[in-house]
């Protein structure tokens, strides 16, 4: 079993930046493909980044996200962190992180799941 539990959502204006952190439970963290997915009010749930196990060498991006968003691994702390820059209204979301502990990076199957921190990019 694999708890989830996201963290540093909050209310920000156009243009600023937000870090989300999510810390996984597990003893075998490094080997889990994690990612975020972000829901918008009246949307449905989509894919906004990606980082493989262990090392944490590759990633994946939405387009939508691209060269603004950044996702990083600390397999000592058992946490994933998402760098958001330039945010805009259109990235107001519940953002939830997931794991896949089979570490496939190529068919991820996400079966782990937070329960989400609120973003709100507002003026």
């Given amino acids: 079993?694999?708890?989830?539990?996201?963290?540093?959502?909050?209310?920000?204006?156009?243009?600023?930046?937000?870090?989300?952190?999510?810390?996984?439970?597990?003893?075998?963290?490094?080997?889990?493909?994690?990612?975020?997915?972000?829901?918008?009010?009246?949307?449905e749930r989509e894919f906004v980044a990606a980082i493989s196990r262990n090392a944490g060498v590759a990633t994946r991006y939405a387009d939508s996200v691209k060269g603004r968003f950044t996702v990083s691994r600390d397999n000592a702390k058992n946490t994933v962190t998402l760098q958001m820059n330039s945010l805009t209204p259109e990235d107001t979301a519940l953002y939830s992180c997931a794991a896949d502990v089979?570490?496939?990076?190529?068919?991820?199957?996400y079966d782990y799941w937070g329960q989400g921190t609120q973003v709100t990019v507002s003026s």
């Fill in 1 to 43: 079993q694999v708890h989830l539990v996201e963290s540093g959502g909050g209310l920000v204006q156009p243009g600023d930046s937000l870090t989300l952190s999510c810390a996984a439970s597990g003893r075998s963290f490094s080997n889990y493909v994690m990612a975020w997915f972000r829901q918008g009010p009246g949307k």
């Fill in 102 to 109: 089979s570490g496939n990076w190529f068919r991820p199957k």
